[in-house]
Antibody, heavy 117, light 111 residues
Framework: QVQLQESGPRLVKPSETLSLICTVS????????WSWIRQPPGKGLEWIGY???????NYNPSLKSRVTISVDTSKNQFSLKLSSVTAADTAVYYC???????????WGQGTLVTVSS | NFMLTQPHSVSESPGKTVTISCTGS????????VQWYQQRPGSAPTTVIY?????PSGVPDRFSGSIDSSSNSASLTISGLKTEDEADYYC??????????FGGGTKLTVL
């Protein structure tokens, strides 16, 4: 069973860069597409983007100028960087996997990241 | 921009059947796969339907998905409702640029 675990700072200051890592266990990072999705408190889900192990990416146009998703096949990890954050970026961030782009089969447990000074 | 519209809430009694709709704003919803995710309070989402009508292992066959091209909508049907089915349900698909799009979510109350 493939499991995903998000890690990274839970508190980020405004204007700084949010950085999260998703560690994949129980499967190879070369087998799936890997996504980041977020959910502001009390609100719905928002697609951030995805990456394939080859490095090809696809980002939400509304976040594209601030987002970088990368993959480290040697560590079976992929990561999210979101720059110039504001309070509006406060959310639970989920990493997820799928056999096809934008088709999610499994989710991480999520991590709440708060943007505040 | 491609959007998916869901009812804000639905409610039904235990043992009954409920259907949650998800309507596409443009194009044909049948052109790209639709997924359904269940999110219980305080928990991460889980996938209950993928690729329109496929159930991941472990999801009971009380959950089914379908596409209706005539109404440009997808549906999640849950039969034999249980109190444990009470959750938020999100439909999701993608546009022609493979950008993921979520519906706004439907709160299912089993009372």
């Amino acid at each position: 069973q493939v499991q995903l675990q998000e890690s990274g700072p839970r508190l980020v200051k405004p204007s700084e860069t949010l950085s999260l890592i998703c560690t994949v266990s129980g499967g190879s990072i070369t087998d799936y597409y890997w996504s980041w999705i977020r959910q502001p408190p009390g609100k719905g889900l928002e697609w951030i983007g995805y990456i394939y192990y080859s490095g090809s990416t696809n980002y939400n146009p509304s976040l594209k100028s601030r987002v970088t998703i990368s993959v480290d096949t040697s560590k079976n990890q992929f990561s999210l960087k979101l720059s110039s954050v504001t309070a509006a970026d406060t959310a639970v961030y989920y990493c997820a996997r799928g056999k096809l782009p934008a088709v999610i089969l499994g989710w991480g447990q999520g991590t709440l990241v708060t943007v505040s000074s | 921009n491609f959007m998916l519209t869901q009812p804000h809430s639905v409610s039904e009694s235990p043992g009954k059947t409920v259907t949650i709709s998800c309507t596409g704003s443009s194009g044909s919803i049948a052109s790209n796969f639709v997924q359904w995710y269940q999110q219980r309070p305080g928990s991460a989402p889980t996938t209950v339907i993928y690729e329109d009508d496929q159930r991941p292992s472990g999801v009971p066959d009380r959950f089914s998905g379908s596409i209706d091209s005539s109404s440009n909508s997808a549906s999640l049907t849950i039969s034999g409702l249980k109190t444990e089915d009470e959750a938020d349900y999100y439909c999701q698909s993608y546009d022609n640029n493979n950008q993921g799009v979520f519906g706004g979510g439907t709160k299912l109350t089993v009372l």
